[in-house]
């Protein structure tokens, strides 16, 4: 498998992106085939390559001169730097020449990149990104859509659970996983127009382990693997728990449960719901966050989600 | 002023009631001419009360035998328990026997209490419930609707932003309190169909001081003294900030800033847009939150906020 980086996505860029390959190859990529294929400035990057030592047996490097600036308008800059390294990711992932492609650059760019290189699964009427959540008992969640589809129909919705739930099954290993609709109120009937006309929808899924509404105080403790809404308040949420981190390093509040809101350390969140795989990570990733999406990349592609994602659209 | 307190509503009435009213007394009263009117179970509380040595010229008890518990259907517990300390309060209310309704009770039952008794302030379309939220910096801000008005039109959140303004003005006495959207981008345009359609009204309004979106991230760095949001956001969010304090309590961090996440000790919520003062509690209220409740009752009264808000809607 060829897992396309962009070398050049990010504040810490390209150095953290050069640690995260490193940090990779040495503790995960033994025991797997993947090929790294690096895209950026090749003059930039060749160097730190050089000083880390990686073998070159590891990567190849697509040399992209231009760069997407982390403040520039993700549509324009898109069509007017068409050498820049996310131009050249989705060109190669479009080409059939990388199976993944990761960047932790500008996200508009990246949204608009998968959406207008990359198609839709047949079925899914709105791909969504997604966060984990992380449970005081250790593990995490899944909250999605957490931002790109700020008005939903409750069909959007139940997709997510779908897209939710086989994401949960293949790569978080959950045996049946259990799915929540995020409303204000425990019992059906609760909530919003769109809450209560999707509860039903949820209930009555062949496909989903639907376990009923959660209540913002249940969000971080572990009441379902899943957790759908639309991504005006799953946005908020994220934010809000991402600012938590902030929070305690301010404050100096040492504990090991706060210290997993520091969400920079999951890496990056996949776009379920397109045809291949693409993984957008923060603007402050470094070489933890890197190397945590070239992973989920690499799982994305073995447990062939996507194909499972296929099917499952296709069966409805 | 007669300020009326529902002895029988909360987990942990009417023992913690009578404490609340005995740490009024010694803590605040003095200063003010608050008659407190106890209504409940004169067989419960007034053992209670003479225990705690409460001075008779404090209060007068008003006899309601029955209770709407926690769980009762809201509407029918009213109807059918027509003796009830929530019924009974209303009434007084109603009829000019006390100048403010505060309980701890079924909060479905003051919800509906409060719109069958008493009336919506002319112009306000949507009476609202709020939350502070705990700043970093030392103080709070003011987030709402958090729950009562889960689907709203552009014109609901500005009202809301119009009800917050005079609270933060007159009873957190903020000098030109500043007004913020919570929304998943910070540029004017970012956002749901609700929050694209609000912001330019907020942007206009004469009366309020709009200083733009505010994202999850800021809801609790100062960034606004009035957040305003549609209720289900907003439930959520309070109920999520709810859960830290239990967090932190679970982890045993001792950490000043995580503690003022017990909201309990805020005291409860007035139902802001209606023509009276109601003040609901949490169930789980204890001495300090009924103590709170009482003075923010006095201060509703002694600031006159109803008429103030009465003419701002006038004005329009």
Redesign the interface.
């Known amino acids: 498998m060829r897992i396309g980086l962009d070398m050049m996505g990010g504040d810490f860029a390209p150095q953290e992106a050069v640690k995260g390959v490193k940090l990779f190859l040495d503790t995960v990529a033994t025991a797997t085939n993947a090929h790294l294929v690096l895209i950026g400035d090749e003059q930039a990057i060749a160097p730190l390559i050089a000083d880390a030592q990686i073998a070159p047996s590891n990567f190849t490097i697509v040399h992209a001169p231009q760069v997407i600036g982390m403040h520039e308008h993700p549509t324009k800059a898109l069509k007017e730097k068409t050498q820049s390294s996310i131009a050249t990711g989705f060109h190669l992932l479009q080409n059939g020449k990388i199976d993944a492609f990761i960047s932790a650059g500008n996200t508009g760019a990246m949204m608009v990149g998968t959406f207008y290189s990359i198609k839709a699964i047949e079925g899914v009427q709105r791909p969504t990104i997604s966060t984990p959540l992380p449970w005081?008992n250790g593990s995490f969640g899944l909250l999605l859509d957490v931002?790109i589809n700020?008005?939903c129909k409750p069909e959007n919705l139940v997709q997510f659970a779908i897209l939710g739930s086989l994401y949960a099954k293949h790569i978080m290993k959950r045996e049946n996983p259990t799915v929540a609709l995020?409303n204000?109120g425990e019992e059906e009937g609760k909530?919003?127009?769109l809450?209560q006309a999707t509860y039903p929808l949820l209930k009555e899924h062949p496909q989903l382990n639907f376990v009923g509404n959660i209540?913002?105080?249940?969000?971080?403790?572990g009441k379902a693997d899943v957790i759908v809404?639309?991504?005006?308040?799953g946005?908020?949420?994220?934010?809000?728990?991402?600012?938590?981190h902030?929070?305690a390093v301010?404050?100096n509040?040492k504990?090991e449960?706060?210290d997993r809101f520091n969400f920079e350390t999951y890496g990056g969140t996949p776009v379920l719901g397109v045809s291949q795989p693409v993984i957008i990570g923060h603007g402050i990733s470094e070489a933890v966050a890197f190397k945590n999406m070239i992973i989920l990349a690499q799982q994305m592609i073995e447990t062939r989600l996507l194909e499972k994602i296929r099917e499952s659209f296709k069966s409805k």
Do not use: M, P
């Open positions: 005081v931002g700020s008005d995020l204000i909530g919003n127009l809450a209540e913002g105080r249940h969000i971080l403790n809404c639309e991504g005006f308040t946005n908020v949420v994220l934010k809000l728990a991402e600012s938590l902030e929070i301010k404050r509040i504990d449960y706060l």
